[in-house]
């Protein structure tokens, strides 16, 4: 059985920074690419960040570059997103999700049905 554990969100001021972590389980850590993507109210669900496993290729939208970091964790397949100088537009729930291709990160629009697994996300809210 596959499974997403989210932690790490919360409230923040602006300017604060959040460690996002997911762990997973259930598939072949080391064949996907595994990442984040985020849902604000009323609008699409866009990709953040996601991390090819097997050779470290990251990924980052243009709107989180310089702020974000991810990383993984092989031993533990466990997945972060390091969020610093967060703003208010940052504000969205967050979806750990995994796939064979890093290239469903950069599609826009987010197709939801290519992407092969997703978690039940995690809030993040920043206050201005």
């Known amino acids: 059985e596959v499974q997403f554990v989210e932690s790490g969100g919360g409230l923040v001021q602006a300017g604060g920074s959040l460690r996002l972590s997911c762990t997973t389980s259930?598939?072949?850590?080391?064949?996907?690419?595994i990442g984040w993507f985020r849902q604000a109210p009323g609008k699409e669900r866009e990709a953040v960040s996601c991390?090819?496993?097997?050779?470290?290729?990251?990924y980052y939208a243009d709107s989180v570059k310089g702020r974000f970091t991810i990383t993984s964790d092989n031993a533990k397949n466990m997945v972060y997103l390091q969020m610093n100088s967060l703003k208010p537009e940052d504000t969205a729930l967050y979806y750990c999700?995994?796939?064979?291709?890093?290239?469903?990160?950069?599609?826009?629009?987010?197709?939801?049905?290519?992407?092969?697994?997703w978690g039940q996300g995690t809030q993040v809210a920043v206050a201005s």
């Open positions: 999700a995994a796939d064979p291709l890093l290239e469903v990160w950069r599609m826009t629009p987010v197709v939801t049905r290519l992407v092969e697994y």
């Open positions: 259930g598939f072949k850590f080391d064949d996907f690419a």
């Open positions: 991390i090819n496993v097997s050779d470290g290729v990251t």
